[in-house]
């Protein structure tokens, strides 16, 4: 007589739709839809005008399979952390809709598959830059600085700024100045806007053993890092106007303003023990980077003068 064994809990056959949407959850749609945002613009400031929409969806692909491959990766590395955070106990391998060794396999298949993608359509350099991206993200980030260093985002963020240099390579195959500077923009950008999010969850962050800023330092000392970067990121979209014309100047002005505004009463907030509201601040960069990107884009497909 055959002995029936049952499923190990946790086991249950998944239905299509929700297979689907644990691996959509895996790559982080949201996370990319923010990244590709300022790779377009790059392509158009690249081609001083509108590239061939061939190249844009070639990118824009290629991209998606990156970016997907290294938060893949990431929910594989970070699961430990994931399960004991509020913010991140319903991703799929806390629910285990998928098992840690098939996220494994589709985040490096992801990875592979981008690289064949962009080398195909696009170059050798935009192919090579985004399996670096992902290294950079996987290796790096969450391996080495996440868990060890509160100076983890700060660096490790460099690999979302990587977006704008692989739009730029798609289109001209090498990386030029204004390339490097949309670089530093989202570089800048990137500690108020994850720094913000943590003071917000600070609690998440340290029940994970993770030292984001937050989390290590006084309130007081992060509003003031927050205030920080978020003039150097004002001040180094500056350094793009050369290579643009006033539309985009214009915006950049205005939304910078904005953003420091926003970021200075955070501050004093913080410093007078009031409610200081870090959401806000969370919601607004998103708003503020969007705005950013779209009057780069704009004025680059109006070609308008440039001086390089």
């Not at 002005?253 to 501050?267: E, K």
């Not at 200081?276 to 004025?299: E, G, Q, R, W």
Request: net charge positive.
């Amino acid at each position: 007589m055959t002995a029936v064994v049952d499923a190990p809990r946790g086991r249950r056959a998944r239905r299509p739709g929700e297979l689907l949407k644990a691996y959509l959850g895996l790559i982080k749609p949201r996370v990319i839809e923010l990244l590709l945002v300022t790779a377009i613009p790059a392509m158009l400031l690249a081609e001083r005008g509108i590239p061939s929409p061939w190249l844009v969806l070639a990118v824009l692909v290629g991209g998606t399979m990156a970016a997907g491959s290294a938060n893949a990766l990431n929910c594989v590395a970070d699961a430990d952390i994931d399960q004991v955070m509020k913010r991140t106990r319903a991703r799929p391998l806390v629910r285990h809709t998928v098992s840690n060794r098939h996220a494994l396999v589709f985040g490096l298949a992801l990875g592979v598959g981008s690289f064949g993608w962009l080398w195909a359509t696009t170059n050798l350099l935009a192919a090579v830059l985004a399996v670096a991206t992902i290294l950079f993200y996987v290796l790096i980030y969450t391996l080495v600085l996440k868990r060890r260093t509160v100076q983890n985002i700060v660096w490790g963020g460099a690999a979302g700024c990587m977006p704008v240099v692989i739009g730029w390579a798609g289109v001209t195959g090498t990386v030029e100045w204004p390339a490097l500077v949309m670089f530093g923009i989202v570089f800048f950008w990137t500690p108020p806007h994850t720094w913000s999010l943590a003071m917000k969850y600070k609690d998440d962050y340290e029940r994970a053993g993770v030292p984001m800023l937050p989390v290590v330092a006084q309130p007081i000392v992060v509003s003031r890092q927050i205030v920080a970067y978020t003039w150097l990121m004002v001040v180094w979209t500056l350094l793009l106007v050369p290579a643009t014309g006033w539309l985009y100047t214009a915006f950049a002005v205005a939304a910078g303003a904005w953003f420091l505004v926003l970021a200075h009463r955070l501050h004093v907030a913080t410093k007078r023990g009031e409610p200081s509201k870090p959401m806000k601040l969370f919601h607004m960069s998103n708003t503020y980077l969007m705005i950013v990107c779209v009057a780069l884009a704009v004025d680059s497909a109006l070609s308008l003068p440039t001086v390089f």
